[in-house]
């Protein structure tokens, strides 16, 4: 009986790891397929995002509606709330940005380069940390986060020797620096969400598709209406689809955590990484160099040793305010 609950277990955790492999690998090809492709050729990174929030506000509506019905078991309400739209609204801003130099990148930049590019996430949480939150980090946390600089130098220079994007490497370093950014104000907004990922989820999409409308009428609407394909049932399609995969991702991305643990969730995504830039490098029958792969190899290494150091400093943490808990509790006993 135990033999097959443990059997039971396992298949449970690999099926949830390989759904989120799949999403997250499938969603960044589709992404790249939309942002820069012969077949598209679509220059409006812009409004491939933008529609993206859309069908994630559209799909938590159908949630919520499904949810009414007992069709599935919880979600928050979708009847909008004004107050609520504007304490998500520094988190919407910098959102924006951040999925915008992230496509930005992907578009510039090779799926399998994709990696590299957008590997200084880790070294601008702990900047952005210490100067906005004023916490410190452990030396062990700081030597694997050079070792994520030395890949991702290492990275840049390999791919210097061939068809280097400057443009993408540089919108990468700004795209993981929004990442980091937006990891904070996730923390400083779900408060007021009540700690509901779903409903910040919903507000932010609000937020973002409306800050997006008058960035896309400056910039994008000559290309969206000059764009051969814009009544093409299969382009939508795939925005459709690449709008549901993005939308899924959070909740995917929830379940391997609650299967597994955050380090292994991390592990995961290192792992997914190293897969992603595999495929992509047979896929688009790309030559690479040892040391290209090796500044790879330093990236991945560095990010989840950094992940598994910061998870032990944690737990430290914890033990020493529970221990100091706990003597100040017997130095406040009475005396007998």
């Not at 509506?61 to 979708?78: G, H, Q, W, Y």
């Not at 998500?88 to 801003?93: D, G, I, K, Q, V």
Request: glycine share 6%.
């Amino acid at each position: 009986m135990e033999k097959s609950t443990l059997i039971q277990k396992y298949t449970r955790v690999a099926g949830v790891v390989a759904l989120y492999w799949s999403v997250s690998i499938t969603m960044v090809f589709l992404n790249k397929y939309l942002l820069k492709s012969d077949d598209l050729n679509l220059n409006a990174p812009l409004f491939v995002t933008s529609y993206q929030c859309f069908i994630t506000v559209a799909l938590c509506i159908v949630c919520d509606f499904a949810a009414r019905k007992n069709l599935i078991k919880e979600f928050p309400s979708t009847k909008f709330d004004p107050k609520l739209s504007r304490e998500a609204l520094p988190l919407s801003f910098v959102f924006v940005a951040m999925i915008t130099f992230n496509n930005l990148c992907l578009a510039e930049v090779g799926v399998a380069f994709y990696t590299v590019s957008r590997s200084l996430v880790t070294i601008f949480s702990i900047v952005f940390t210490y100067f906005i939150l004023g916490k410190t980090t452990t030396l062990r946390a700081v030597l694997c986060c050079l070792i994520v600089i030395c890949g991702f130098l290492l990275g840049v220079n390999q791919e210097a020797l061939g068809e280097m994007s400057v443009k993408g490497v540089i919108y990468g370093v700004i795209a993981s620096a929004l990442v980091a950014l937006n990891g904070i104000y996730i923390k400083r907004v779900l408060p007021s969400m009540d700690g509901d990922i779903w409903k910040m989820t919903y507000y932010n999409n609000i937020n973002a598709f409306i800050i997006f409308l008058p960035m896309i009428l400056l910039s994008e609407v000559g290309e969206i209406i000059h764009f051969p394909k814009l009544f093409s049932l299969g382009f939508w399609i795939s925005m459709s689809v690449a709008g549901f995969f993005g939308f899924i991702m959070g909740y995917v991305v929830g379940l391997q955590i609650k299967v597994t643990t955050p380090i292994t969730h991390t592990v995961s995504g290192v792992a997914k990484a190293c897969c992603q830039t595999v495929i992509a490098v047979i896929w688009f029958q790309q030559s690479k160099t040892s040391l290209w792969w090796l500044a790879n190899i330093l990236v991945l290494v560095g990010t989840a040793a950094y992940s598994i150091v910061k998870s032990i400093d944690m737990k430290n943490t914890q033990k020493e305010t529970e221990a100091k808990s706990n003597d100040d509790v017997e130095a406040k006993r009475p005396l007998v």
